[in-house]
C-alpha cells in the first residue's frame, strides 16, 4: 500500500473550514484514498473515502487531484469536538491482508474557540 | 447495537505473566484484527483474521498469539507479558474487503500496563 504524508499538526477556528492535507504521490491505479480520525483516548472512527471523484458526506468532503498525487479532507464548519487526530491511508480494497489499515503520523487537528 | 467490544479496559501486569485481550463483534464481520498503539504513535498491526479458523501475522506479532474459532470472536494472547508490550490495543472488524466501502469499526481500546 503507497504511503502518505500529512503535517503533524493543524490549528482551525471554530466555525470555520479545516482543510487538512495528504501526499500520497506513490499511489497505484487501484488504491483509494481513506481518512480516519481518532478522538483522544478513543478507537479510529471511518470518515470518508474515495478513488478519484471527489466525495462528500455527512461528515466532510474529500477532494483528490486529478493526478491522484495528493487529496484534501475538508470538515465545512469545524467544531471543537473535531478536535483529533486525523489519518489519510492509501490501500486496495482488498488487500488479502485482512483489510489491514497502515497507519502514518496522522495530523493532530486542534480547533480553537 | 454494541459493535465492537474490548475487555478489559484497564490492564496492569507484571513481567512474565500471561492474559488474554478479548474482542467480540456482533455484525458477523468476516474480518477481525488487532493494533497496538504506542504513545504519540499511529497504529500497527499485531495479528489479523480473514475469517473463522484463519489467522495470520501483521506488522508485530512477537510475543501475541491469536485464534478465531468462530466468527465474533478473536482474543489476544499474551504469552509472557514484557515491559515493552505496555500500550492501547484496539480491535477491528470489517466485511469482506472486496467491497472498498467497507468501513473499518475499532474498539474502544485496552489500556496495557505492564510493570
Known amino acids: 500500500d503507497a504511503k502518505t504524508t500529512q503535517p503533524p499538526s493543524m490549528d482551525c477556528a471554530e466555525g470555520r473550514a479545516a482543510n487538512l492535507p495528504c501526499n500520497h504521490s506513490t499511489i497505484s491505479g487501484n488504491e483509494y484514498v481513506y481518512w480516519y480520525r481518532q478522538i483522544h483516548s478513543q478507537g479510529p472512527q471511518y470518515i470518508i473515502h474515495g478513488l478519484k471523484n471527489n466525495e462528500t458526506n455527512e461528515m466532510a468532503s474529500l477532494i483528490i487531484t486529478e493526478d491522484r498525487k495528493s487529496s484534501t479532507l475538508i470538515l465545512p464548519h469545524a467544531t471543537l469536538r473535531d478536535t483529533a487526530v486525523y489519518y489519510c491511508?492509501?490501500?486496495?480494497?482488498?488487500?488479502?491482508?485482512?483489510?489491514?489499515?497502515?497507519f502514518g503520523g496522522g495530523t493532530r487537528l486542534m480547533v480553537k474557540p | 447495537n454494541a459493535g465492537v467490544t474490548q475487555t478489559p479496559k484497564f490492564q496492569v501486569l507484571k513481567t512474565g505473566q500471561s492474559m488474554t485481550l478479548q474482542c467480540a463483534q456482533d455484525m458477523n464481520h468476516e474480518y477481525m484484527s488487532w493494533y497496538r498503539q504506542d504513545p504519540g504513535m499511529g497504529l500497527r498491526l499485531i495479528h489479523y483474521?480473514?475469517?473463522?479458523?484463519?489467522?495470520d501475522q501483521g506488522e508485530v506479532p512477537n510475543g501475541y498469539n491469536v485464534s478465531r474459532s468462530t466468527t465474533e470472536d478473536f482474543p489476544l494472547r499474551l504469552l509472557s507479558a514484557a515491559p515493552s508490550q505496555t500500550s492501547v490495543y484496539f480491535c477491528?472488524?470489517?466485511?469482506?474487503?472486496?467491497?472498498?466501502?467497507?468501513?473499518?469499526?475499532f474498539g474502544e481500546g485496552s489500556w496495557l500496563t505492564v510493570v
Open positions: 483474521s480473514v475469517g473463522a479458523g484463519i489467522t
Open positions: 491511508i492509501v490501500r486496495r480494497p482488498n488487500n488479502n491482508a485482512g483489510n489491514m489499515l497502515t
Open positions: 477491528a472488524s470489517s466485511r469482506t474487503g472486496r467491497s472498498a466501502g467497507n468501513t473499518i469499526y
